[in-house]
């Protein structure tokens, strides 16, 4: 055959594999999320094997164990009580709650670990909303927007480095940056849950910390899974608003949705594997359909390759031990 131009050349070999491979992946594009709790005990989380609900002690020691694997970053998600849970959800900003211990706890043990805390009121809320709800059942989205103003303002306190909103209301990145700057953390940055769909992937995170709405759903403030144009507009409007970081949420069926955004901004994005995501590799990797390790950087990979710069992943511990071997 004369073949001229040959692609298979560049794949003859691991080296040359290694010179023309496209896409890098490493512990520090990589986000652990940590689910915690109070008490000096550490629950494994029926709903998503291999991941557990820690005690502070726990979460300062698996934080740093990841952290030392080159894993730059923790994002936190509490399981609250639920006697502190109200229908204005006032434990989210109360000083001495559980965030605000953990993230003093974290920042004293592993000052160079970048820590990350949810921004919405869905642990704390009776009703189970990332809002505030109307006594006929609607998500008040100007009165939620000034109780997160307060909750990110008790994080910033406590030393959070960033925090990201995933409520999805409206004017709430503008709201929190006014909010923050004023008070003199102007050093503390928002990644914002820019496009949150109205997943079913999201169903082991909500067994993770009985946070399922009491009644109705989230399609009025989380979106369409059938809607792309509108992720653009969600994203422009953070990006106008002050945000530093734009979040796609999940990741894996939203590929398309990350280039989008890739194409449209100069801001770093973040991608979240949910626990939907992480929950169908652990089954099909239990059953022996698939090689866990082999499928979770494929997984990686092709998230980074729709043009996320970082992704939060429940495997980031487990890849950063797998890639430094």
């Avoid at 986000?31 to 005990?41: A, D």
């Avoid at 496009?195 to 759903?217: E, I, M, Q, V």
Wanted: proline letters at 6%; a negative charge; one cysteine or more.
């Amino acid at each position: 055959m004369n073949l001229p131009i040959r692609p298979r050349r560049n794949r003859q070999s691991p080296a040359m594999r290694d010179l023309v491979r496209e896409t890098e992946l490493t512990p520090g594009h990589l986000i652990y999320p940590l689910f915690f709790q109070e008490g000096q005990e550490s629950t494994p989380i029926a709903s998503m094997p291999g991941c557990t609900r820690w005690s502070i002690d726990g979460l300062v020691q698996e934080a740093g164990e990841a952290h030392a694997l080159g894993v730059p970053a923790v994002v936190l998600f509490p399981r609250i009580p639920d006697e502190l849970k109200t229908r204005g959800a006032e434990a989210c900003h109360t000083d001495d709650g559980l965030v605000p211990r953990a993230i003093r706890a974290l920042k004293i043990a592993h000052p160079t670990l970048t820590v990350i805390t949810d921004v919405a009121l869905d642990p704390y809320n009776s009703d189970g909303h990332d809002g505030l709800v109307s006594d006929d059942g609607r998500i008040l989205n100007d009165e939620t927007v000034a109780v997160l103003q307060q909750q990110a303002l008790c994080h910033a306190r406590a030393g959070t480095d960033i925090v990201a909103p995933s409520d999805m209301m409206d004017g709430r990145v503008a709201a929190i940056r006014a909010a923050l700057d004023s008070a003199g953390f102007q050093a503390v940055s928002i990644m914002s849950y820019t496009a949150k769909y109205a997943s079913a992937y999201y169903g082991p995170f909500r067994g993770a910390l009985d946070s399922a709405p009491k009644a109705g759903d989230k399609k009025t403030y989380q979106m369409d899974p059938a809607n792309a144009r509108e992720a653009l507009r969600e994203a422009a409007l953070d990006e106008a608003e002050g945000a530093d970081i734009l979040m796609v949420k999940p990741a894996g069926p939203y590929l398309d949705i990350i280039a989008k955004i890739r194409a449209a901004t100069q801001l770093p994005i973040a991608a979240y594997q949910v626990s939907g995501e992480y929950l169908m590799i652990k089954s099909a990797s239990a059953a022996g359909w698939l090689d866990e390790s082999k499928i979770v950087h494929e997984s990686l990979i092709g998230i980074r390759r729709a043009g996320a710069d970082m992704i939060l992943t429940y495997f980031a511990k487990q890849w950063a031990k797998a890639w430094r071997g």
